[in-house]
């Protein structure tokens, strides 16, 4: 039986636009924080925002990572923000191709 991929985990991050967004994908990648980052460039958010709903276009980004690289993950993709209070959620992955999670697994290993 393959190892189930508890420890692994999709983080979605939205951003102001794209350039904010390759530059916190870039930036985590790079570290090995995460494996992979995919971008979407637009997408509309609806959101209460300081007593207003507000609606904006922003960019997601989707990021495949390892609990245990969570902690600091989280730490750079708040120095990189420009959000006061970024969205920053981590999902389980409960089911998950093995050759797939063991990718990400050993991608954000620690190198040396």
């Known amino acids: 039986m393959a190892k189930k991929?508890?420890?692994v985990l999709v983080v979605m991050v939205t951003a102001a636009n794209m350039e904010e967004a390759t530059k916190i994908s870039q930036g985590v990648v790079s570290a090995r924080l995460a494996a992979c980052a995919t971008m979407i460039p637009a997408v509309n958010s609806m959101y209460w925002?300081?007593?207003k709903i507000v609606n904006d276009?922003?960019?997601l980004i989707v990021l495949k990572t390892t609990q245990a690289r969570y902690a600091e993950l989280e730490k750079m993709i708040q120095t990189l923000h420009s959000y006061k209070?970024?969205?920053i959620l981590a999902?389980?992955?409960s089911?998950?191709?093995a050759s797939y999670t063991q990718w990400v697994r050993g991608e954000t290993a620690r190198h040396q």
């Open 5 to 7: 991929p508890e420890d």
């Open 49 to 51: 925002w300081e007593g």
């Open 57 to 59: 276009q922003e960019s």
């Open 85 to 87: 209070v970024p969205e």
């Open 91 to 93: 999902l389980p992955v």
């Open 95 to 97: 089911e998950g191709v």
